[in-house]
């Protein structure tokens, strides 16, 4: 079993930053692949970006690629996601997940059973 907690969130205006964290307890988050979804009032919960184990390999969803930067560090237990350029429409949300399925099924769209509480970002117009 794996305990998430996202931080960081808050109210930004358009064109600004914001970095997230989500922390792991219960078990270490190695070997495990990790990812960020979000979801925005009213629509469906939609992934962001995702990382292995290793931190070798990233996925993102086009609509942040470019703009955001998954990251982790499997000593600290966290993973971290940068987000800049942000836009109104990013304001969701955030849901930090673990996957224990195998990297070519998590970028093929299976999501893990562990989730964080979630933490919410505002971006401004």
């Known amino acids: 079993q794996v305990q998430l907690v996202e931080s960081g969130g808050g109210l930004v205006q358009a064109g600004g930053s914001l970095r997230l964290s989500c922390a792991a307890s219960g078990r270490t988050i190695s070997g495990r692949q990790m990812g960020w979804f979000r979801q925005a009032p009213g629509k469906e919960r939609e992934f962001v970006a995702a990382?292995?184990?290793?931190?070798?390999?990233?996925y993102y969803a086009d609509s942040v690629k470019g703009r955001f930067t998954i990251s982790r560090d499997n000593v600290k237990n966290t993973v971290s996601l940068q987000m800049n350029s942000l836009k109104p429409e990013d304001t969701a949300v955030y849901y930090c997940?673990?996957?224990?399925?195998?990297?070519?099924?998590?970028?093929?769209?299976?999501?893990?059973?562990?989730w964080g509480q979630g933490t919410q970002v505002t971006v401004s117009s």
């Open positions: 997940n673990a996957n224990q399925a195998a990297w070519r099924a998590v970028v093929g769209g299976i999501q893990g059973d562990y």
């Open positions: 990382i292995s184990w290793s931190g070798g390999s990233t």
